[in-house]
């Protein structure tokens, strides 16, 4: 069955950069999109960008252009999203999801990771 | 960049009451619109895509309407496990923006 599995909890420090991992089983990753969705304490979910199938393209909101890049890793199924310079604001659970169909359909999420920003 | 408004923030509600949310795009989005189910500690669920299809496993109380701008989720019967947040999310065009949520609480 279709699972992504991300990684553990992260603390760290405004100035310092975070990479969250996420790896997919049961499919082969770069077949679908891949987005990466952020969540911070009692917000809605905030979409920070995608990875498009075959990884040919990446897109990124614009709040978050030269401060993350997000990557795939073929010969392991796993995904990656690095973010830099982070800030007190950046606290949140950053979600992986895989993207089904022609409407894009985050149909299979990560389990979450949180990310504290905190000096 | 197209931004998604969801009304109301929050309802009450009886179980077996028929519950109406709507989302509003800020310009058209045709049926690019999913609505989402979270429960606290939980990532999103999809519950209907392109404006109107239920996902597999989705009970059929749940249904989507509209296209455009306007989008509306209604639950016939709220069940005891509807209690949630909803979230609606166009992916007309990037950046798939959400709406800010709506959240079903026990009256």
């Known amino acids: 069955q279709v699972q992504l599995v991300q990684s553990g909890p992260e603390v760290k420090k405004p100035g310092a950069s975070v990479k969250v991992s996420c790896k997919a089983s049961?499919?082969?990753?770069?077949?679908?999109?891949l987005t990466w969705v952020r969540q911070a304490p009692g917000q809605g979910p905030e979409w920070m960008g995608w990875?498009?199938?075959?990884?040919?393209?990446?897109n990124y909101a614009q709040r978050f252009q030269g401060r993350v890049t997000m990557t795939t890793d073929t010969s392991t199924n796993t995904a990656y999203m690095e973010l830099r310079s982070l800030r007190s604001d950046d606290t949140a659970v950053y979600y992986c999801?895989?993207?089904?169909?022609?409407?894009?359909?985050?149909?299979?999420w990560g389990q979450g990771t949180l990310v504290t920003v905190s000096s | 960049d197209i931004q998604m408004t969801q009304s109301p923030s929050s309802l009450s509600a009886s179980v077996g009451d028929r519950v109406t949310i709507t989302c509003r795009a800020s310009?058209?989005?045709?049926?690019?619109l999913t609505w989402y189910q979270q429960k606290p500690g939980r990532a999103p669920k999809v519950l209907i895509f392109?404006?109107?299809s239920r996902q597999s496993g989705v009970p059929s109380r749940f249904t989507g309407s509209g296209s455009g701008t306007e989008f509306t989720l209604t639950i016939s019967s709220l069940q005891p496990e509807d209690f949630a947040t909803y979230y609606c999310?166009?992916?007309?065009?990037?950046?798939?923006?959400f709406g800010q949520g709506t959240k079903v609480e026990v009256k």
């Open positions: 999801t895989r993207n089904s169909g022609p409407y894009y359909i985050s149909d299979y």
């Open positions: 049961g499919y082969t990753l770069s077949d679908y999109g």
């Open positions: 990875i498009t199938a075959y990884n040919t393209d990446t």
């Open positions: 310009q058209t989005i045709s049926h690019y």
């Open positions: 392109a404006a109107s």
């Open positions: 999310q166009q992916s007309f065009s990037t950046p798939r923006a």
